[in-house]
């Protein structure tokens, strides 16, 4: 670990299904270059009731996609635990809908986390779903 250079996670917010602010989060490679193409791993947490959070984990670990050179993006989607009892029991009975939803709108707000003159994800992008 000691050779590695890990990225800053960044939280960002956004608003969701339901018009609800929902939580995600952006990990850039360590010295992001403004004006480069990076390949994005969309990180999509399993459960559906489980969370993405400021943790290094051995399995899904944002800041080591981002030191393999990708924009590591991860969306805490309705249905996530640690934004109340409300939020995560809001995919009841419909756990494609809102989870969904916010991953679109979480990948298009990630987009924007950066100039226009900063594209991220590219023909490249991996696509990753913890617990698969």
């Not at 996670?9 to 270059?33: C, L, M, N, S, Y």
Request: aromatic share 12%; no cysteine; glycine share 14%.
């Amino acid at each position: 670990m000691a050779a590695v250079r890990l990225g800053k996670p960044e939280e960002f917010h956004f608003t969701g299904a339901g018009g609800d602010k929902v939580q995600g989060w952006i990990v850039r490679p360590a010295g992001f270059e403004p004006g480069r193409r990076y390949p994005v791993a969309f990180l999509i947490h399993g459960g559906p009731q489980g969370a993405w959070m400021d943790q290094f984990h051995y399995r899904w670990n944002m800041e080591i996609f981002a030191a393999a050179g990708y924009v590591a993006v991860a969306i805490n989607f309705h249905g996530s635990t640690g934004f109340g009892q409300e939020f995560t029991d809001a995919i009841r009975r419909n756990w494609g809908g809102k989870p969904y939803e916010d991953l679109m709108k979480g990948s298009i707000t990630s987009r924007h986390r950066t100039t226009s003159s900063t594209p991220i994800g590219s023909a490249r992008s991996a696509p990753r779903t913890a617990g698969t």
